[in-house]
C-alpha cells in the first residue's frame, strides 16, 4: 500500500524539528531529552498506526488493493459520494415510511368536507386547523377527487403530507393491521429469520389464512410442508393477527401477507378500499405539496431532526425528540444498508482530520506510513462513538472527526 499526497501537509513539523534540536542539546539534559523523544515516539507510532488504519479501511471500501495508490483527496471525494447515497437513500426510506414531518401533524377527512388536524402539540394542532379552515378548497379537492375515482367516503380517513407533498393514508383496515405489524417488529424478524433458517426464498412468499384460521404458505409452494411446520411450532404473530381480525370484523380469507426485501412484513386485503383511496391521494402531489408549504409559512416546523450515533460494534443508535422517534428507529432497524452506508461515511469523514492532528513531518509521515502495516479491521479497536445530525429540509451534516482514535 502506498499514499501519495502527504507533501500537502504541513501541519506542525516545528514539534518534531525541536525535539530533534533537543535530543542533541548537552549532557545535562541527555536523558530526560531521551525520555521524552521516546515517549513521543511511541505516540507516534500509535497515531501513525491508526493512520494507517483508517486508509485501509478507507481503501478497502473503495475497492482498492493494498499495492495501490490512493491520495487523501481521492478519499474525500469518495467520502462525500458515499455521503450524498445515504442521504438520497434515508430521504427515500423517509419519504416511503409512515413518518410524518411536519411535528407529528395528521389530518383527518370526513365524509362532510371537514378537514381537521392533530399533532404532537396543541400549538401546532391549532395553526394547522387556522390554516385548514382558511383555505377550504383543499378539503374539497380531496373529496371531489374520491368522488371521481368511484370511492364513496363513508368514514373519516387519516392521512400524514410528506415534504414532495406525498399524502401518506394512516387509516382503513389495512393500515391498522399494518401498524400492528409494525408494532410486532421483534416477533416479524423473528418469523424471518426462522424461515429463512429452512432456507425459505421469502421474496416469492406469500401467507394466508387456511380454511382452519392457521397460517400458511399460499398456493403450492415447494416448501410448503417445511414453512407450515415452522408456522405452526410459532403461533405468537398468527394469534395477534387473528385478533385483530376479529375485532374489526374482517374475514380471513380477505388476508395475505408479505415478507419484502427491504425486512418487515406487508399486508394486503381483497376487500378493502385502501388501496384505491392511497391510489387517489397519492395523485395529489399539488394539494399535498400547497398543504405541506402553506403550514410552514404558518410557522410549523417541517423538519425531522435526530442524531445518528456510531457505536463501537458499528451499529448506529438513534436519537430524537420527533414524536416518530420509534419510527425512526425501526426504520434503520429493518434497513440495515442505512447504517452500514452512515457507518462508512462517519469512518471516512475522520480521515483529514486525523491526518491534520499528526505532529510530525510530511516526509516522516509518509516514510513510516510506508512501513506500517496494519492487519486490524477499523470497527474492531474503535471504542468511542462518533456523530453526525439529519434534518429533512438541511440533509446530513457530520461532525467529523470526533472521538475518532487516531
Same mark, same amino acid.
Given at each position: 500500500?502506498?499514499? =501519495?499526497?502527504?507533501?500537502?501537509?504541513?501541519?506542525?513539523?516545528?514539534?518534531?524539528?525541536?525535539?530533534?534540536?533537543?535530543?542533541?542539546?548537552?549532557?545535562?539534559?541527555?536523558?530526560?531529552?531521551?525520555?521524552?523523544?521516546?515517549?513521543?515516539?511511541? $505516540?507516534? &507510532?500509535?497515531?501513525?498506526?491508526?493512520?494507517?488504519?483508517?486508509?485501509?479501511?478507507?481503501?478497502?471500501?473503495?475497492?482498492?488493493?493494498?499495492?495501490?495508490?490512493?491520495?487523501?483527496?481521492?478519499?474525500?471525494?469518495?467520502?462525500?459520494? %458515499?455521503?450524498?447515497?445515504?442521504?438520497?437513500?434515508?430521504?427515500?426510506?423517509?419519504?416511503?415510511?409512515?413518518?410524518?414531518?411536519?411535528?407529528?401533524? &395528521?389530518?383527518?377527512?370526513?365524509?362532510?368536507?371537514?378537514?381537521?388536524?392533530?399533532?404532537?402539540?396543541? &400549538?401546532?394542532?391549532?395553526?394547522?386547523?387556522?390554516?385548514?379552515?382558511?383555505?377550504?378548497?383543499?378539503?374539497?379537492? /380531496? %373529496?371531489?377527487?374520491?368522488?371521481?375515482?368511484?370511492?364513496?367516503?363513508?368514514?373519516? /380517513? &387519516?392521512?400524514?403530507?410528506?415534504?414532495?407533498?406525498?399524502?401518506?393514508?394512516?387509516?382503513?383496515?389495512?393500515?391498522?393491521?399494518?401498524?400492528?405489524?409494525?408494532?410486532?417488529?421483534?416477533?416479524?424478524?423473528? %418469523?424471518?429469520?426462522?424461515?429463512?433458517?429452512?432456507?425459505?426464498?421469502?421474496?416469492?412468499?406469500?401467507?394466508?389464512?387456511? $380454511?382452519?384460521?392457521?397460517?400458511?404458505?399460499?398456493?403450492?409452494?415447494?416448501?410448503?410442508?417445511?414453512?407450515?411446520?415452522?408456522?405452526?411450532?410459532?403461533?405468537? %404473530?398468527?394469534?395477534?393477527?387473528?385478533?385483530?381480525?376479529?375485532?374489526?370484523?374482517?374475514?380471513?380469507?380477505?388476508?395475505?401477507?408479505?415478507?419484502?426485501?427491504?425486512?418487515?412484513?406487508?399486508?394486503?386485503?381483497?376487500?378493502? $378500499?385502501?388501496?384505491?383511496?392511497?391510489? +387517489?391521494?397519492?395523485?395529489?402531489?399539488?394539494?399535498?405539496?400547497?398543504?405541506?408549504?402553506?403550514?410552514?409559512? +404558518?410557522?410549523?416546523?417541517?423538519?425531522?431532526?435526530?442524531?445518528?450515533?456510531?457505536?463501537?460494534?458499528?451499529?448506529?443508535?438513534?436519537?430524537?425528540?420527533?414524536?416518530?422517534?420509534?419510527?425512526?428507529? *425501526?426504520?434503520?432497524?429493518?434497513?440495515?444498508?442505512?447504517?452500514?452506508?452512515?457507518?462508512?461515511?462517519?469512518? /471516512?469523514?475522520?480521515?483529514?482530520?486525523?491526518?491534520?492532528?499528526?505532529?510530525?513531518?510530511? =516526509?516522516?509521515?509518509?516514510?513510516?506510513?510506508?512501513?506500517?502495516?496494519?492487519?486490524?479491521?477499523?470497527?474492531?479497536? *474503535?471504542?468511542?462513538?462518533?456523530?453526525?445530525?439529519?434534518?429533512?429540509?438541511?440533509?446530513?451534516?457530520?461532525?467529523?472527526?470526533?472521538? /475518532?482514535?487516531?
Amino acid at each position: 500500500m502506498s499514499i =501519495s499526497g502527504l507533501g500537502l501537509y504541513t501541519g506542525s513539523s516545528y514539534q518534531w524539528q525541536a525535539l530533534q534540536s533537543h535530543s542533541a542539546s548537552g549532557t545535562g539534559g541527555g536523558q530526560n531529552s531521551l525520555s521524552s523523544l521516546n515517549a513521543y515516539n511511541a $505516540d507516534m &507510532t500509535s497515531q501513525i498506526a491508526g493512520m494507517v488504519e483508517l486508509v485501509q479501511y478507507a481503501m478497502q471500501a473503495m475497492g482498492l488493493s493494498e499495492d495501490s495508490r490512493v491520495t487523501f483527496s481521492q478519499i474525500t471525494k469518495y467520502q462525500q459520494q %458515499l455521503e450524498k447515497q445515504f442521504d438520497d437513500s434515508l430521504k427515500k426510506a423517509l419519504e416511503e415510511s409512515s413518518i410524518g414531518d411536519l411535528s407529528g401533524l &395528521t389530518f383527518t377527512l370526513a365524509p362532510d368536507g371537514t378537514l381537521t388536524a392533530a399533532g404532537a402539540t396543541e &400549538t401546532d394542532a391549532a395553526k394547522a386547523q387556522g390554516y385548514l379552515d382558511e383555505h377550504p378548497e383543499l378539503a374539497q379537492t /380531496l %373529496l371531489q377527487r374520491l368522488q371521481d375515482a368511484g370511492i364513496e367516503l363513508t368514514e373519516e /380517513l &387519516t392521512f400524514s403530507v410528506s415534504s414532495n407533498g406525498t399524502l401518506n393514508l394512516l387509516s382503513g383496515s389495512a393500515n391498522d393491521l399494518q401498524a400492528l405489524l409494525d408494532e410486532q417488529a421483534e416477533l416479524v424478524n423473528e %418469523l424471518r429469520a426462522g424461515l429463512e433458517g429452512i432456507n425459505v426464498n421469502l421474496d416469492d412468499l406469500t401467507l394466508v389464512f387456511d $380454511d382452519a384460521g392457521n397460517l400458511v404458505a399460499d398456493g403450492d409452494h415447494p416448501q410448503a410442508y417445511d414453512i407450515n411446520s415452522w408456522l405452526r411450532q410459532h403461533e405468537e %404473530l398468527q394469534d395477534l393477527l387473528a385478533a385483530k381480525l376479529e375485532e374489526a370484523g374482517i374475514d380471513r380469507a380477505d388476508v395475505s401477507l408479505a415478507l419484502p426485501a427491504g425486512g418487515g412484513m406487508t399486508v394486503a386485503l381483497s376487500a378493502d $378500499d385502501t388501496a384505491g383511496i392511497q391510489e +387517489v391521494l397519492s395523485q395529489q402531489s399539488e394539494t399535498g405539496k400547497a398543504l405541506y408549504d402553506g403550514l410552514a409559512d +404558518v410557522g410549523i416546523d417541517p423538519d425531522i431532526t435526530f442524531s445518528l450515533q456510531v457505536e463501537s460494534d458499528g451499529s448506529v443508535t438513534i436519537n430524537s425528540a420527533h414524536p416518530d422517534a420509534d419510527k425512526l428507529r *425501526q426504520l434503520f432497524e429493518n434497513n440495515a444498508e442505512l447504517s452500514k452506508q452512515y457507518a462508512q461515511v462517519q469512518a /471516512l469523514s475522520g480521515i483529514e482530520d486525523a491526518r491534520a492532528a499528526l505532529q510530525i513531518n510530511p =516526509s516522516a509521515m509518509r516514510t513510516r506510513l510506508q512501513m506500517e502495516t496494519i492487519a486490524t479491521s477499523w470497527f474492531s479497536s *474503535q471504542s468511542a462513538s462518533s456523530f453526525g445530525t439529519y434534518s429533512g429540509s438541511s440533509g446530513l451534516s457530520l461532525l467529523t472527526g470526533l472521538n /475518532l482514535n487516531v
